[in-house]
């Protein structure tokens, strides 16, 4: 069972993807619309640009946080995996 903390700090790195979601549904929109003058082109290429590199950024973060998160639960520490635990028990 998640703790409340857990929730929140998954919603806070969830919350990065929304203004992607965002520009890709308003350009979704104004194209189907037929808004097709050229600074409009433009300027949507440039949103789709920088919404791609955004996502694929916070991609990359939400996959390395989850693998922290993995070993944070194995009890390891997350820089270092491969070494034992403090206690020195292995698992």
């Known amino acids: 069972m998640a703790t409340k903390d857990e929730i929140q700090r998954r919603f806070q790195r969830m919350r990065w993807f929304l203004p992607v ?9 104004l194209s189907l619309a037929g808004v097709d003058s050229e ?20 991609a990359t973060r939400f996959s390395l946080w989850q693998r922290d998160e993995y070993w944070r639960e194995k009890g390891r520490d997350p820089k270092h995996p491969d070494r034992f635990p403090s206690s020195g028990a292995a698992e």
Do not use: H, N
Request: net charge positive; proline share 3%.
């Open 21 to 29: 979601t965002l520009i890709m549904l308003v350009s979704s929109v």
């Open 39 to 58: 600074p409009w082109l433009w300027i949507r290429t440039i949103l789709f640009s920088i919404a791609v590199v955004v996502l694929c950024v916070q």
